[in-house]
């Protein structure tokens, strides 16, 4: 029998984001030269919700980027399962800027690398930042996170769920065995 159990809900969810929202304007001394940008497909709907956080405490728009990095993926040729490529779009120059990564769940650090080996693609930034929900441990690699929500230490045997209303109609973070 599998168990559920909701390790965020809703209010939680939104008063993560507001604080990592605080902490990347405190870190990086305002919004100048800040971009967002959003790991397909959660980090994707994270990334929206800071912006329109960070947009708001500071009076300005902040560029927001969406990546794929599908095809940077360190697996793609041992994986058995055809890969799926999501979009890109980051219509702005990376040169110079600092770059705010966001993503819903840090697990290996393998997605991490993917993202930052893609972002070089689009320019130079000035400096690369990871924002993420869920640091659930577990690295295999020497990637950490520079902004969190929550820190869930997890076995390797548990799933860590993050649904958000954009894709799964509800904002909560789901911890449960996946064996």
């Known amino acids: 029998m599998e168990q559920k159990k909701v390790v965020m809900d809703a209010d939680g969810l939104d008063r993560s984001l ?3 929202a605080y902490e990347i ?19 994707v709907f994270l990334a929206r919700r800071l912006r ?3 947009s708001s405490m500071e009076g300005r728009k902040i560029p927001l980027g969406i990546l794929d990095i599908t095809l940077y993926r360190d697996d793609l040729l041992t994986s058995h399962r055809k890969p799926l490529l999501g979009k890109t779009d ?3 120059s990376l040169d110079g800027k600092k770059v705010v990564l966001v993503d819903d769940v840090l697990f290996t650090g393998r997605t991490i690398r993917a993202a930052m ?6 320019g ?5 930042q990871l924002a993420v929900l869920i640091d659930r441990g577990h690295r295999e690699l020497p990637i950490r996170a520079d902004f969190v929500g929550k820190n ?6 548990e799933a860590v769920s ?3 209303t954009e894709k799964n109609g509800a904002d909560e973070v789901v911890i449960e065995e996946s064996r």
């Open 152 to 157: 869930l230490p997890s076995s390797l045997w």
């Open 90 to 92: 980051i219509p702005f």
């Open 117 to 122: 080996d893609a972002l070089i693609d689009f």
């Open 52 to 54: 329109k956080k960070i």
């Open 25 to 43: 304007l405190e870190k990086n001394g305002g919004s100048e030269d800040l971009v967002l940008v959003g790991i397909q497909t959660g980090g």
């Open 124 to 128: 130079r930034p000035k400096l690369i």
């Open 162 to 164: 993050v649904n958000l």
């Open 18 to 20: 507001t604080r990592i």
